[in-house]
């Protein structure tokens, strides 16, 4: 059974987080120079309220790579996923470019150093070069890249196959240099109630397919909220060239299993509340009325 949404709900949030955006971009565009140091800080805050005002609470399983930039590589279920990788990884993200033009979304993502590629035509060459020099010089800032692998975002019920022709611009490290790639996996498995988001009700919080933007966000701002589960897997250390293909599909099966132990851990504990739930009394017929057996 799909759980109740509120059109209140929908419109003050909504109207909640456009006000949080206008303050958050103008508050994050004003530090140049001197304050520059602040917008890591701002971009944190912004992240937090923008998924918080969604009803959004975040579980985290396993460790982000600390000891360096990393080219981060997820599977991608919805817009979500933005601010609450962007909470928990100092990285700047790559989208693809018609995010650019996007009210709103697109004039954040151009602030915060999104890096815009062209995912049809015969570009491949020119991006892979920019791609390269986007992540020597965010790894020379002390940031990382955020690549969404499927190249589109799915319904969350699995991982689509990752494009390795986004892995080809770490499959050649420079001579005597090592890269980082860390797989997450992200995952909406709960509902606020603890209930799971299976079925049809992943398409409450996941954005895929025809789904329009303004439609689904007022359908996902109208309900309680959910949770989201993000699983930071082993690194993988690239010292030596290697095949992307091979790298790709080493990176797709860590984020696969971590999506399928957050559905699975929703299911059990959803069994198990069940289990102890108590079950209402039976009045026996037999007995005086107010007499519980």
């Known amino acids: 059974m799909t759980p109740a949404s509120s059109p209140l709900r929908a419109g003050a949030r909504l109207l909640a987080f456009l006000l949080l955006n206008v303050a958050m971009i103008v508050a994050y565009a004003v530090c140049l120079g001197p304050l520059r140091p602040w917008r890591r800080p701002i971009q944190v805050v912004w992240s937090k309220a923008c998924y918080r005002l969604a009803g959004i609470t975040v579980r ?3 460790d982000a790579y600390r000891a360096g930039p990393a080219l981060t590589v997820a599977n991608h279920v919805s817009y979500l996923d933005i601010p609450i990788l962007a909470a928990l990884i100092d990285a700047a993200f790559v989208a693809k470019r018609e995010v650019a033009a996007w009210p709103l979304f697109g004039t954040a993502a151009r602030l915060t150093g999104t ?3 062209n995912r049809s035509g015969g570009e491949a060459m020119s991006q892979r070069q920019e791609l390269i020099r986007r992540l020597a010089t965010a790894s020379a800032e002390g940031r990382g890249l955020i690549l969404f692998a499927e190249g589109t975002s799915t319904d969350g019920s699995g991982v689509a196959p990752f494009k390795s022709s986004l892995f080809s611009i770490v499959e050649r490290p420079p001579e005597g240099s090592r890269l980082v790639l860390q797989p997450v996996s992200i995952a909406y498995p709960r509902y606020a109630d603890g209930s799971a988001l299976t079925g049809e009700r992943r398409a409450l919080y996941c954005w895929f397919g025809d789904a329009g933007l303004m439609a689904h966000m007022w359908r996902m701002m109208s309900m309680k909220g959910a949770e989201a589960e993000v699983r930071f897997h ?27 132990a957050a559905f699975a851990g929703a299911t059990a504990d ?18 005086p009325a107010g007499v519980w057996r």
């Open 234 to 260: 082993p690194p993988i250390v690239i010292d030596a060239p290697v095949h992307r293909k091979a790298l790709a599909r080493q990176a797709e099966a860590a984020v696969a299993a971590g999506v399928d």
């Open 115 to 117: 890096v815009f590629v």
């Open 270 to 287: 959803a069994a198990n509340a069940a289990e102890r739930s108590p079950v209402e009394p039976i009045r026996s017929a037999r007995v």
């Open 60 to 62: 985290v399983v396993g």
